[in-house]
Every structure is written in structure tokens, then in C-alpha cells.
């Protein structure tokens, strides 16, 4: 026979044991792992202050997409601070200068970015090769192939689920086929400029001392001469 005093403690032992093996009746939360490719789609979405503008940065005006291809911060003596900027309209291709307030928010274009490589060309049109599907996309001319090679790797962007322009490399070296031969004299730390036609078919301003042949690094985003580049 067992006390009193024997029997509580065998009840809360077996009390114990029923708690540590009761299932938990809390709702689990599933978890999800999104991929990770984040380096071949990037989305660019909500505001941005005018201050901030950057070369390059996407916004959306009137619903349409544009590139911010220049701006200028403006302080006049009187009157407020506004920015000055050279735009392009990414669907028509089309350039125009629009002046903002200081401080003036506006919206960012949901972008996005998939990194391809420009394969090869099929007579009028460039083949791109998407690096994660490996699905080609078609394109005709247009100002961004200036200055692409064959084989770079660059960003097609998309908006509304249409491919709408290409994003070369910032930095590209290409070769010089035609311009002009330099002065006699003109050295490297010489000041002067002419016109030198690269591989690409893009024409740039060149220092006087380079030449027919040469290979330099060019600034796709500014369209102009860094310095010669080592082959």
C-alpha cells in the first residue's frame, strides 16, 4: 500500500512525463528558401530624392521609363535649388532635358536586370544568351551597341516583362580603326583631342597621340577615353 504523500509524488512524476512527450499544438510556420541569383536580377522599385540621382539610376515618369543620363544640382543666388537633367525615354529611345526641385521624390521604374552574353550576330540582329536559362533573346540596333563586343557580358532590362534596352559594361576595351595620325610631338601628357572610330563603330573623342591600332579602355556610360589599355 502506498502512503498518501507516496502517491502525489508518483502522480507528478507521470504529470512530468506526459508534458515532455506532448506534442506541441502551436501551428507550425512553413519556411521558404528563395534561390539565389541575385547577382543576374536586381529590382528597382519605390522613390528616390532628386539629390540622390545618380548616372544610370531608372526612373518612372508618367508611367514611362527613364535613364538619368546627366544632372546638375543648381544653387541660384535667389529663389530654390532644383536639378537639372538630360533623360532617356528606355521604350522610345528618346532624349529630354527635365528640371526637378531640390528635394523633389520621385518614382523609381521597376526594372529588372538579367545578366546575358551578347553571343554572336545573325545578320541585322544581336543574340543574347541568358546566363541562368540559357534562353536567347533577339535584338535589333540600337544606341547601347556602340559599344559592345561579342562575347560581353551585360544586362538586358526589362520592364513589364519586355526587354527594352541592353546595359553594356561600364568599362570596355576596344580598338581603334581609323582616326586621324597624331602631330609629331604630342605625348601623353599633351593636351588636344580628335576623332577616333573603334571596332565597334562608335566615334569618340581620343587623345592627339593615339592611333590607328591601338587598344584603349572606354567609359561606355560617358562615352569617352580612360587611357590606353594593356593588351
Known amino acids: 500500500m502506498l502512503s498518501q504523500l507516496q502517491r502525489q509524488s508518483v502522480a507528478g512524476s507521470r504529470s512530468t512525463v506526459a508534458h515532455r512527450h506532448a506534442p506541441s499544438l502551436a501551428p507550425r510556420v512553413p519556411t521558404t528558401t528563395a534561390p539565389v541569383r541575385g547577382v543576374s536580377l536586381i529590382m528597382q522599385a519605390g522613390t528616390i530624392n532628386v539629390n540622390d540621382f545618380k548616372t544610370g539610376v531608372t526612373i518612372e515618369i508618367d508611367n514611362q521609363p527613364y535613364r538619368v543620363l546627366e544632372f546638375l544640382h543648381v544653387k541660384p543666388g535667389k529663389g530654390a535649388a532644383f536639378v537639372r537633367t538630360k533623360l532617356k525615354n528606355l521604350l522610345s529611345n528618346s532624349n529630354q532635358e527635365k528640371t526637378f526641385r531640390g528635394g523633389e521624390t520621385v518614382g523609381m521604374a521597376d526594372v529588372q536586370r538579367r545578366e546575358a552574353q551578347f553571343s554572336y550576330m545573325d545578320g541585322e540582329e544581336f543574340v543574347f544568351m541568358d546566363q541562368d536559362t540559357y534562353e536567347e533573346t533577339r535584338l535589333a540596333r540600337d544606341d547601347w551597341a556602340k559599344f559592345l563586343k561579342e562575347g560581353a557580358i551585360c544586362s538586358l532590362l526589362f ?73
Do not use: M
Open 159 to 231: 520592364y513589364s516583362g519586355k526587354v527594352i534596352s541592353v546595359e553594356p559594361p561600364n568599362f570596355v576595351d576596344l580598338l581603334v580603326v581609323d582616326t586621324p595620325p597624331g602631330v609629331k610631338g604630342n605625348t601623353a601628357s599633351g593636351g588636344g583631342s580628335k576623332k577616333a572610330t573603334l571596332e565597334t563603330g562608335a566615334v569618340i573623342d581620343v587623345p592627339l597621340f593615339i592611333n590607328n591600332g591601338e587598344l584603349i579602355k572606354v567609359d561606355a556610360r560617358s562615352e569617352s577615353y580612360l587611357n590606353r589599355a594593356k593588351e
